[in-house]
């Protein structure tokens, strides 16, 4: 199975209630989002967003420079139907990170989530590439995974886990580490997964 069909179907299949990294308020994405600088006039790309409510956020505070990036179109469509005529102001991209291709920049990256998932080095390489080429200079990415302590798994398929420090190395130096949370997530089945959110700045 192709990992578009594996996420379409896990989307197809499952209300929000039985999606283990559902958040009704992604508090600790925005911190940091605001800790970058985020204002009203930053460009803003969520990458593997699902049905994130990070979007709905960044509408609350007035920005209308937010794209949405999701490998899954089921995903997509979710969350457009959630907001409505507010998703008009949204520019939404079913596309694979490592292989997606853009000609604009963005001020702040936001991925809770999809770099665990690559764990094979070319992936993760393709992923930095789209990462370096995407930020303007001195942009900044907020980058959550699971954390040292985390699942080795999720949704059937392996992960890697990182502390801010490692997941700083696997970057590069192309980018400075600013700072970092480490986060217990509750599922909605009321189960502690431990994360860290790392925020980087573009340094070449």
Known sequence: MSKKDHWDRIYGAKVEADLSWH???PT???ELMLQAGLTSKSAVVDIGAGTSR???RLLELGLCDISVLDLSDCAIKSA??????????VNW?????????????FDIWH???VFHFLVN?????????RLSDSLALDGHAVIATFAPDGPTKCSGLDVV????????EVLGERFTLVTHRFHLHLTPWDLEQSFQYSLFQKAL
Not at 93 to 105: E, G, L, P, Q
């Open 23 to 25: 958040q009704d308020d």
């Open 28 to 30: 600790v994405s925005l």
């Open 54 to 56: 990070v979007v709905d």
């Open 80 to 89: 457009r139907r959630r907001l409505g005529d507010r998703g008009k102001k």
């Open 93 to 105: 991209i079913v596309a694979d990170v490592t292989t997606w291709k853009t000609t604009r920049v």
């Open 111 to 113: 991925d809770r989530a």
């Open 121 to 129: 080095p070319a992936d993760r390489a393709a992923y930095i590439d």
């Open 161 to 168: 886990r990182y502390s801010p420090e490692s997941l700083n």
